[in-house]
């Protein structure tokens, strides 16, 4: 972890240490290579396959999810908390549980293994930051995401986890994920003004994406919650039309994540109805392309959870200075705490 250096707060220097997690991510998974082919190959048997998680390791699911049933693979993905209280039947003797958790100590996840029956329970794998954890202990395969310690909200456990995810289906580029993250990180301060002058006083933010981007804006509007105590909302960029569009105008402000290809010409066609309705605009997308009134954001050649990745920077950035201008330290929980342990 660096120190702080150049850097005001730790907020913000682990915002800037992502790349670096990446990379450490990256020989992990060469470290781990026997534990990684085994679940390749849970994922390519199981009848079904079911991720796991709460909170932002939960949203890490939605690349991989989408990868895997895009490819005709019998996934899915469920909030441990719905899993364990409502859904427990799902989990049969020939089916994947894949638990994604920064901690591995989150109380949904814990209860929820507690409770699985010893002798017909589904094969489990656990991704979480580190090993010496109660969900890794009781996993049959565990995987690292090496992302190194981690105070504030989740920035460096976020992007480790989707390196993870992404290789279960190949080998993701990471090193070329790093280099893009460390240009949009080059000038952090400067990132954030811009950002900030671009919500200019918007009391009402909206972040909207589909399929892998689905990660992004999630993890976006989390991160401005818990960072900067700033009200924004994730909605997938269909579901925008359906009601919520009639927030259009001048105090609304929407991040688009224009990241998927198949779906990037649907959401460039959203933020220019929103940018002619007077809405603040911002597209992310790899080429950083965006209609007449909006703003843009390129986070380069990207796909899949790396693209995810990188296009949750500028809802980090853009927290991490609302809260400096809200006279809050960044990153510093006040209510809740860096681990759920209860429900």
């Known amino acids: 972890m660096k120190s702080l250096g150049k850097f005001p707060d730790r907020f913000v220097a682990e915002i800037a240490e992502?790349?670096?997690?990446?990379?450490?991510?990256?020989?992990?998974?060469?470290?781990?290579?026997?534990?990684?082919?085994?679940?390749r190959e849970a994922v390519a048997s199981s009848r079904s396959i079911l991720f796991t998680g709460m909170g932002s390791s939960y949203d890490a699911c939605y690349p991989i999810v989408t990868t895997l049933a895009g490819r005709g693979r019998p996934c899915s993905?469920?909030?441990?908390?719905?899993?364990?209280?409502?859904?427990?039947?799902?989990?049969?003797?020939?089916?994947?549980?894949?638990?994604?958790?920064?901690?591995?100590?989150?109380?949904?996840l814990v209860r929820l293994i507690e409770r699985l029956p010893a002798g017909a329970r589904p094969t489990i794998a656990a991704v979480t930051n580190g090993s010496a954890n109660t969900l890794a202990a009781d996993a049959?395969?565990?995987?690292?995401?090496?992302?190194?310690?981690?105070?504030?909200?989740?920035?460096m456990t976020f992007v480790g986890a989707m390196a993870v995810l992404d290789a279960?289906?190949?080998?993701?580029?990471?090193?070329?994920?790093?280099?893009?993250?460390?240009?949009?990180?080059?000038?952090p301060d400067a990132a954030a003004d811009q950002l900030s002058a671009w919500i200019d006083g918007r009391p009402t933010l909206a972040l909207v994406g589909r399929g892998?981007?689905?990660?992004?804006?999630?993890?976006?509007?989390?991160t401005l919650k818990e960072a900067a105590r700033f009200p924004a909302?994730?909605?997938?960029?269909?579901?925008?039309?359906?009601?919520?569009?009639?927030?259009?105008g001048p105090h609304l402000a929407v991040m688009v994540i224009a990241t998927e290809p198949?779906?990037?010409?649907?959401?460039?066609?959203?933020?220019?109805?929103?940018?002619?309705?007077?809405?603040?605009?911002?597209?992310?997308?790899?080429d950083g392309d965006c209609p007449d009134g909006a703003e843009a954001i390129s986070v380069g050649p990207l796909s899949g959870g790396l693209a995810a990745a990188a296009a949750t920077v500028p809802a980090q950035l853009l927290a991490w200075r609302l809260a400096r201008c809200r006279g809050l330290t960044p990153g510093e929980?006040?209510?809740?705490?860096?681990v759920t342990t209860r429900e």
């Open 18 to 39: 992502q790349p670096q997690a990446l990379r450490r991510a990256g020989r992990g998974l060469v470290e781990q290579s026997e534990q990684l082919a085994r679940l």
């Open 77 to 108: 993905m469920l909030d441990t908390a719905e899993l364990l209280h409502f859904r427990m039947p799902l989990l049969q003797p020939d089916s994947l549980l894949v638990c994604v958790s920064q901690s591995g100590e989150s109380a949904e």
């Open 140 to 155: 049959d395969i565990a995987l690292d995401t090496c992302a190194g310690e981690e105070l504030g909200p989740s920035t």
């Open 168 to 187: 279960l289906t190949g080998d993701p580029p990471l090193e070329r994920a790093a280099l893009e993250m460390e240009r949009l990180l080059s000038e």
């Open 212 to 222: 892998s981007a689905r990660a992004a804006a999630e993890m976006g509007a989390l």
């Open 233 to 248: 909302e994730s909605m997938q960029a269909a579901q925008f039309r359906h009601g919520p569009l009639e927030l259009a």
């Open 262 to 286: 198949g779906t990037r010409a649907l959401e460039l066609k959203l933020a220019g109805e929103l940018a002619g309705a007077g809405a603040g605009v911002l597209v992310v997308s790899q």
């Open 333 to 338: 929980f006040a209510i809740a705490g860096k």
